[in-house]
Nanobody, 121 residues
Framework: QVQLEESGGGLGQPGGSLRLSCAVF????????MAWYRRVRGNERELVAS???????NYGDAVKGRFTISRDNAKKEVYLETNSLNPEATAVYYC???????????????WGRGTQVTVTS
């Protein structure tokens, strides 16, 4: 099985930073696109940032210029540096990965359970 585990959420101050991490565990033979999404209570989940296996990045308009996504393919991890935080960044952040498992030719979407980020003074 494949599992994604987020860490690094918590309380942040306006103007401050938090670093989120997500590790992929299990029989992942190949990891394609990885991403961070977030959901504000009552709203739909929205894309924060994505990164391909080759390192191409894409950002949601709300975080461009402030957040940075990166990945370490050897460690099977993806990161999100959140800078210049504002209260609007308060949300549950979810890690996503498209994974091909050992012995299975299909690529399947996997999600983490989410980590809460709360920005407050």
């Amino acid at each position: 099985q494949v599992q994604l585990e987020e860490s690094g959420g918590g309380l942040g101050q306006p103007g401050g930073s938090l670093r989120l991490s997500c590790a992929v565990f299990g029989n992942a033979a190949f990891i394609g696109d990885m991403a961070w999404y977030r959901r504000v209570r009552g709203n739909e989940r929205e894309l924060v940032a994505s990164i391909s296996s080759g390192g191409s990045m894409n950002y949601g308009d709300a975080v461009k210029g402030r957040f940075t996504i990166s990945r370490d393919n050897a460690k099977k991890e993806v990161y999100l540096e959140t800078n210049s935080l504002n209260p609007e960044a308060t949300a549950v952040y979810y890690c996503y990965a498209r994974v091909r498992r050992d012995g299975d030719p299909r690529s399947i979407d996997f999600w983490g359970r989410g980590t809460q980020v709360t920005v407050t003074s």
